[in-house]
């Protein structure tokens, strides 16, 4: 199947500083990308869609300029947690599909990123 | 938005038992629902996904069943094995919106040798 690249897979930053976490699409164009937020022993939590060459779309709650996303090419989407706190510690996930339109094909998930900010 | 819930939360089966997770949805405007296997630290892994113009779908152990209808979909697996123990997710979505999940809150499943 296409592969979904996260990059870092941990990541440790202290309090009030930020982070940038890579989703890439290997092996196929992704014009759309999706940034999930997982919190321990609970559900994915869709944050936004990440559009190539677009600005983001947010899920109602979620703070776009806490939450700073970039698509700047087909195959590369960045979040960035700014000012990072305590709260903001979470396992971070992204998704791309291969297809658009109809009856889509299967979604691959990076491997996620665990952020945690002391 | 779309709400998806699913139940149980947790799950326990003898090795050889059958196990059933149900997921119900609230957009009538969803057509495609995936299930998705996560172990502890990695990622969703696809298992069996089912559109809205069948009502089945079967992969060997697994299977899957929607109601357009009453708006849910359920996850059957047979003759379970100790390496089906993980959290299983159901999601659904619409085809206007890429494979935007809205996922269910997830299902441990146990699978006691």
């Known amino acids: 199947g296409a592969v979904v690249s996260q990059h870092p897979s941990r990541v440790i930053c202290k309090s009030g500083t930020s982070v940038k976490i890579e989703c890439r699409s290997l092996d196929f164009q992704a014009t759309t990308m999706f940034w999930y937020r997982q919190f321990p022993k609970q559900s994915l939590m869709l944050m936004a869609t990440s559009n190539e060459g677009s600005k983001a779309t947010y899920e109602q709650g979620v703070e776009k300029d806490k939450f700073l996303i970039n698509h700047a090419s087909l195959t590369l989407s960045t979040l960035t947690v700014t000012s990072a706190h305590p709260e903001d510690s979470s396992f971070y996930i992204c998704s791309a599909t291969t297809g658009q339109g109809a009856w889509n094909t299967e979604a691959f998930f990076g491997q996620g990123t665990r952020l945690t900010v002391v | 938005g779309e709400n998806v819930e699913q139940h149980p939360s947790t799950l326990s089966v003898q090795e050889g038992d059958s196990a059933v997770i149900k997921c119900t949805y609230s957009?009538?405007?969803?057509?495609?629902f995936p299930w998705y296997k996560q172990e502890l630290g990695k990622r969703p892994q696809l298992i069996i996904d089912?559109?809205?113009?069948?009502g089945e779908k079967k992969d060997q152990r697994i299977a899957v069943t929607l109601n357009k209808t009453a708006k849910h979909f359920s996850l059957h697996i047979t003759e379970t094995q100790p390496e089906d123990s993980a959290v299983y997710f159901c999601?659904?979505?619409?085809?206007?919106?890429?494979?935007?999940?809205?996922f269910g809150s997830g299902t441990k499943l146990n699978v006691k040798p």
């Open positions: 089912i559109r809205s113009n069948v």
């Open positions: 999601a659904a979505s619409t085809s206007y919106n890429f494979n935007k999940f809205y």
């Open positions: 957009d009538s405007a969803s057509n495609y």
